[in-house]
């Protein structure tokens, strides 16, 4: 009895750690966020000044709501396009049989093991070729790139689990693919679309290096990059409560979508590992 008393305090203990460690730098964020002047180098770990000087000069100074507004669209654009070619994939690679399906899957894996800055001169290239340079359509051609093999690999795996009896019954029916997919699929997955779409949207959201690269006007950059380079009265000055202000502006709707769909996230993230 005490061995399983001593367990569980010991799990829980371990619980707290890591939640702590994980949820400690957002919390001094957003107390630093609410400081101004001297009050920036002081060192307390409960609210002693209040203030929103901070996100009142981020949101009225300079174009970090246009940046704002950047991200929304190029971040919704790569879900949008990446969930309905990875679907269409999906169908390809988990219902279609054909020579070398099980090659190209993996093939599809791999390469989002490359890591960026190895084909991020390629990449600026053909970004340059297609005239696509210091636009949106830029950040959205190269993300969903790279958010595409992970939404093909889940959703693909996904699929698979599904019962065959049910689109033998719509091909029946005299149902096209499209219509299998549209209508038969698509309100059968949602557990996965909702935790691919919102990985993508994430994986977008905080993207820094294509942005830095791709883009090098104001009015184009994304939210990461504005804060990177936002600037104090001067070159050796750091605003360091503008930018806790901008990263809790940035990160709290992530926040917010994850708690809404963690329930979704997890049934996604586990599709496919128990067969019945």
Not at 81 to 106: D, E, I, K, P
Not at 221 to 234: E, K
């Amino acid at each position: 009895m005490l061995w399983t008393y001593t367990k569980t305090a010991s799990f829980y203990l371990l619980v707290a750690v890591i939640v702590f460690v994980s949820v400690f730098p957002f919390y001094y964020a957003i107390l630093t966020s609410f400081k101004s002047g001297t009050a920036l180098f002081e060192i307390n770990y409960l609210p002693t000044h209040f203030t929103l000087d901070n996100y009142i000069a981020v949101l009225t100074t300079g174009v970090f709501v246009r940046n704002l507004g950047n991200s929304i669209l190029v971040a919704t654009s790569v879900v949008v396009l990446a969930l309905f070619l990875a679907v269409t994939a999906a169908f390809a690679l988990a219902r279609v049989s054909f020579r070398g399906r099980g090659l190209l899957l993996m093939t599809i894996l791999a390469v989002s093991m490359f890591p960026q800055i190895a084909v991020l001169a390629g990449l600026f290239e053909l970004v340059r070729a297609f005239g696509l340079f210091n636009t949106p359509f830029a950040l959205i051609f190269s993300y969903t790139i790279f958010t595409l093999p992970f939404t093909v690999w889940v959703l693909t795996t996904f699929m698979r689990d599904l019962p065959v009896e049910i689109e033998e019954a719509a091909i029946v029916d005299g149902a096209s693919p499209w219509v299998i997919i549209s209508k038969v699929f698509m309100p059968l997955m949602w557990p996965a679309l909702v935790t691919t779409g919102l990985l993508a949207f994430i994986a977008a959201w905080n993207e820094f290096l294509f942005a830095l690269t791709f883009t090098s006007s104001n009015q184009t950059r994304t939210v990461p990059v504005a804060i990177a380079l936002l600037s104090g009265a001067s070159q050796y000055e750091i605003p360091w409560g503008r930018i806790m202000a901008a990263s809790v502006i940035v990160t709290v709707p992530l926040v917010v979508l994850v708690l809404i769909f963690q329930r979704k996230i997890v049934q996604g993230l586990t599709a496919g590992g128990v067969k019945g």
